[in-house]
């Protein structure tokens, strides 16, 4: 079966453990004509196979995660741009679950991003083996396991910092496919080739100063990192971040998501803009987001 056809059962048959539901709960899908109208504010293009789900179920309530979003409505845009287009599932105390919306069918890879530290994991291929995962991982009681496996992995990635940067001169003598790429890139530049599957499959973006500029070949998961500071590429941990204010009501979020009359959401005339909330809003999620405003280039491979 394809992708979406795997995913359709992962969101609605129920979540049992031994026979025993969970509290986890697929949220009702939305009207064909709500989802036209989301086509102006969702991340990148709406495919047919999420335009299915979207028609069968909007996101899920109750899981480790807290809500999963399938809509793009219920979080701001991704910082990043290294990830944009990038279709938000889910934010917790220390991490965001993004999935990037591009050609596929389904979008991906998705990437968990730690705040502390600083460190980007990639998780699965794409949507449906990330649900595939999650109801798996629910289901036996093992997502206290498999988070902290994450964990560990960033922090591998953080302590191996060093070790798994390459200067662009060095990338470019073993790979000729991204030679122009790389030759391009500041002579300061370190390079992150997340292309090889590993056991901590990841980038440290935290070595990035409050100056630096992030890169990355096309689509693919190689990322570069200019503008080192030395206190940044030197420090034993990552600084702390503040954890996020609570979210809304999952009732609050639906409402949000589906147009209802308790909250009124009109469709953006430029898409490419991000949805701007309140003003603290804008400071809970700075907070959580780090460094929006460092310089961020995506440069075509050659």
């Known amino acids: 079966m394809s992708a979406p056809d795997t995913l359709m059962p992962l969101v609605s048959a129920p979540w049992l453990d031994d026979?025993?539901?969970?509290?986890?709960?697929?949220?009702?899908?939305?009207?064909?004509?709500?989802?036209?109208?989301?086509?102006?504010s969702y991340p990148g293009i709406l495919k047919p196979a999420m335009k299915t789900l979207l028609g069968t179920?909007?996101?899920?309530?109750?899981?480790?995660?807290g809500s999963i979003d399938f809509t793009g409505c219920w979080f701001l845009e991704e910082p990043w741009a290294v990830f944009r287009p990038a279709l938000t599932l889910a934010i917790d105390a220390e991490r965001r679950w993004i999935a990037e919306v591009g050609d596929r069918d389904l979008p991906g890879p998705v990437w968990c991003v730690f705040s502390h530290p600083e460190v980007t994991i990639y998780v699965?291929?794409?949507l449906a083996d990330f649900m595939?995962?999650?109801?798996?991982?629910?289901?036996?009681?093992?997502?206290?396991?498999?988070?902290?496996?994450?964990?560990?992995?960033?922090?591998?990635?953080?302590?191996?910092?060093?070790?798994?940067?390459?200067?662009?001169?060095?990338?470019?003598?073993?790979d000729r496919s991204i030679r122009g790429w790389l030759l391009a890139l500041p002579s300061d530049a370190y390079v992150y080739d997340l292309r090889r599957r590993s056991d901590a499959r990841g980038w440290p973006y935290g070595v990035m100063g409050p100056s630096g500029r992030l890169y990355r070949c096309g689509r693919l998961p190689v990322f570069a990192?200019?503008?080192?500071?030395?206190?940044?590429?030197?420090?034993?941990?990552?600084r702390a971040r503040i954890a996020p204010s609570l979210r809304a009501q999952v009732s609050a979020e639906v409402a949000f998501a589906i147009e209802t009359p308790l909250s009124r959401r009109k469709p953006r005339a430029k898409p490419e803009h991000p949805v701007r909330g309140s003003s603290s809003s804008r400071r809970a999620s700075s907070r959580l987001h780090g460094r929006e405003s460092a310089a961020v280039e995506v440069r075509p491979c050659a």
């Open 57 to 65: 179920c909007c996101g899920l309530a109750g899981t480790e995660l």
């Open 124 to 126: 699965s291929d794409d």
């Open 19 to 40: 026979g025993h539901p969970l509290s986890v709960r697929s949220l009702s899908g939305l009207r064909p004509e709500v989802i036209q109208n989301l086509e102006c």
């Open 225 to 238: 990192v200019a503008g080192l500071p030395a206190e940044g590429w030197r420090a034993p941990h990552p």
């Open 132 to 174: 595939a995962t999650l109801r798996e991982r629910t289901c036996r009681g093992e997502m206290g396991a498999w988070l902290q496996n994450l964990t560990a992995q960033a922090r591998a990635v953080w302590s191996q910092r060093h070790a798994l940067a390459m200067r662009p001169h060095e990338a470019a003598q073993s």
